[in-house]
T-cell receptor, first 112, second 115 residues
Framework: QKEVEQNSGPLSVPEGAIASLNCTYSDRVSQSFFWYRQYSGKSPELIMSIYSNGDKEDGRFTAQLNKASQYVSLLIRDSQPSDSATYLCALQDQGGSEKLVFGKGTKLTVNP | SAVISQKPSRDICQRGTSLTIQCQVDSQVTMMFWYRQQPGQSLTLIATANQGSEATYESGFVIDKFPISRPNLTFSTLTVSNMSPEDSSIYLC????????????FGPGTRLLVL
């Protein structure tokens, strides 16, 4: 059973700080990893995908992947109150089903 | 990314009845999925909707309770049958485009309340 673990939080950071969201996973075969943002009452929105070890940057967001440690993280620089949401980590099942396995999510609050 | 619509956006239903949720995409996609998200919880995959064949259900979900159709590459339906209050949840459709590499995009969801 593939598992994705996230600290449920809540994680609270001041405006302008760096928010660090972490995720560990149990399946060594997984190759594709995703971060989704979900505002309260809304559906999940894709923020980042990452497939290779190292960092991937997109604007204020940086995803970091370490397959040896089975660890993926999301950094949000210059955090804004509009970043307040639940962040979901997901990996793709490589067993042929194409499905995503989601963590329980980390709730982030950015305080003005 | 694909533009995905779901109907209805919300509904209130009586126990014992059934509701069919529609998911429409603006372009052809390889994969379509149905999820459930209960209040304060993460996403639970119900099934993968396969075009032209029976859906693939996850453990704990059965076709009699959640029949799914996918007649073409842009449309799918999920029916919640013989509903009980425990079926109150948000139901989400997601799609993986042809070039997806596993990337899924979610529809706006259907918020269901069963009385």
């Amino acid at each position: 059973q593939k598992e994705v673990e996230q600290n449920s939080g809540p994680l609270s950071v001041p405006e302008g700080a760096i928010a660090s969201l972490n995720c560990t996973y149990s399946d060594r075969v997984s190759q594709s990893f995703f971060w989704y943002r979900q505002y309260s009452g809304k559906s999940p929105e894709l923020i980042m995908s990452i497939y290779s070890n190292g960092d991937k940057e997109d604007g204020r967001f940086t995803a970091q992947l370490n397959k040896a440690s089975q660890y993926v993280s999301l950094l949000i620089r210059d955090s804004q109150p509009s970043d307040s949401a639940t962040y979901l980590c997901a990996l793709q099942d490589q067993g042929g089903s194409e499905k995503l396995v989601f963590g329980k999510g980390t709730k982030l609050t950015v305080n003005p | 990314s694909a533009v995905i619509s779901q109907k209805p956006s919300r509904d209130i239903c009586q126990r014992g009845t059934s509701l069919t949720i529609q998911c429409q995409v603006d372009s052809q996609v390889t994969m379509m999925f149905w999820y459930r998200q209960q209040p304060g919880q993460s996403l639970t995959l119900i099934a993968t909707a396969n075009q032209g064949s029976e859906a693939t259900y996850e453990s704990g979900f059965v076709i009699d309770k959640f029949p799914i159709s996918r007649p073409n590459l842009t449309f799918s339906t999920l029916t919640v049958s013989n509903m009980s209050p425990e079926d109150s949840s948000i139901y989400l459709c997601s799609v993986e485009p042809w070039e997806g590499r596993g990337t899924q995009y979610f529809g706006p969801g259907t918020r269901l309340l069963v009385l």
